[in-house]
């Protein structure tokens, strides 16, 4: 069915995401700690903050992100501590 569209056609048609994004989105300058980023999304409940050098937007950083970070930073601690071993499959 897209394959059917036209360029001119679909560059008449755009996507409204207003109703998915805040209206005034968190930011954070590329510089600050990432402990700073973690306490905002445990205590802003933020799904993403992005991640700024003035005047400009350098990327996104989601809850996901963070998580998945946190994962492997408590499970390399683990590791090194010997309460668990990781091997690579």
Known sequence: MLSSLTEDLIKNYYVDLRPFMR???????EDAPMSRAYRLFRTMGLRQIFVTSRPRVKGLITRKDIVEDNAM?????????????ISKS
Do not use: D, N, T, V
Request: hydrophobic share 35%.
């Open 73 to 85: 930073l408590i499970l390399g601690e683990k590791a090194h501590e010997g309460s668990i071993k």
């Open 23 to 29: 209206r005034h989105p968190y930011l954070m300058h």
